[in-house]
């Protein structure tokens, strides 16, 4: 599984990538989790608000940091 955050690395971008950090850490999944603040590869996803986390291709959240149980049920945990 590959899960992407895009921002630009604001404050709520952070929280996303060590929010999602520590769920993956704590149920030792097997997951690629990248941080993407590139603005060209952000644009590909039509995205208009940050943060966005992507899981295996497909927009999954934008615009709000997600809680742990957001990012479990994410990741179909």
């Known amino acids: 599984m590959e899960v992407k955050v895009l921002g630009p690395g604001c404050a709520k971008c952070k929280t996303t990538f060590q929010v999602i950090e520590k769920v993956i850490k704590e149920n030792n999944l097997d ?19 940050t943060p966005a986390v992507v899981v295996d291709g497909e927009v999954r959240m934008k615009g709000q940091v997600p809680s742990e149980s957001d990012v479990k049920r994410l990741l179909g945990i």
């Open 31 to 49: 997951v690629k989790l990248t941080k993407v603040d590139d603005i060209m590869e952000m644009m590909s996803y039509n995205i208009m608000t």
